[in-house]
């Protein structure tokens, strides 16, 4: 999976030189539409407008950021490349789909067991739970608590004090297969439509960062694994607007204070019963 991710940033890197952005547009470069676009271009495709048309789904909207995006010069080396990459990309697909399907016939009852209750986790699916599983065991009660279990995979970010004060830092080394597994995990989640792990990213995106937020994901990934493992608790997903609801006087605030930053004055009262 790591060496599949590896190849995946390769394409992106070698779309990039030809000054493709395909990737600031498209969440998944190698998803339905993104491979359809790329083997245009392999095969000699120019026009953007041809490209872009080859969207699918929800990212049809995106159609002239797209023709942006597909403005580049792409070469024959650059062909070459990508021909070569996506041959390298197919074949650990089908490793990785060979080596799942072994280890789901060869694996005990409570791994099978396992697999089946997180892969109704957003962002993880079978193959995603078959592989986190495969590093961190099924059984939780080697671990005292989810902060055990998450600082013995390197999730559990660090903390430094002083003076009274706690800041923010740095975080353990991981396990980097499981950190890779997660990563993909956590990128999953966040596309997610209307889950919590989504809301949770666009929330921590804005001012700590894109890399913060996918590690803060991925803590509450492993987080929602420990406790359905130790507990055997099916998912249930706390939802898009469960930040809103915890403290619906905080986001009033903030919403407030923008308007008063854009220059409007704001008068708030309690609407009315619907009753």
Known sequence: ???????????????ETANIKLGSVASDVLG??????????????????VLADLAQRQLRGKIPELQRALEGELTEHHRFLLRQLLGQYDFLEKEIASVSERLGAVAPPSFRAAVEQLDAMAGVGERGARALLAETGTDMSRFPSHKHFASWAGRCPGNHESAGKRRSGKTPA???HLDAVLTEMAHAAVRTKNSYFKSQYHRLAGRRGKKR??????????VTVYFMLRDNRPYKDLGVDYFDKLNPQQRIRYHVRRL?????EVELSPMADAA
Do not use: C, Y
Request: proline residues 0%; positive net charge; glycine residues 8%.
């Open 1 to 15: 999976m790591q060496q599949r991710n590896a190849v995946d940033n390769r394409i992106q890197k070698v779309l």
């Open 32 to 49: 339905v539409s993104g491979r359809k676009m790329i083997e245009a271009l392999i095969a000699g495709e120019k026009d953007v407008a």
């Open 174 to 176: 991981a396990n980097r």
């Open 213 to 222: 937020a996918i590690g803060a994901v991925k803590h509450s990934l492993l």
């Open 260 to 264: 008063q930053e854009l220059g409007q």
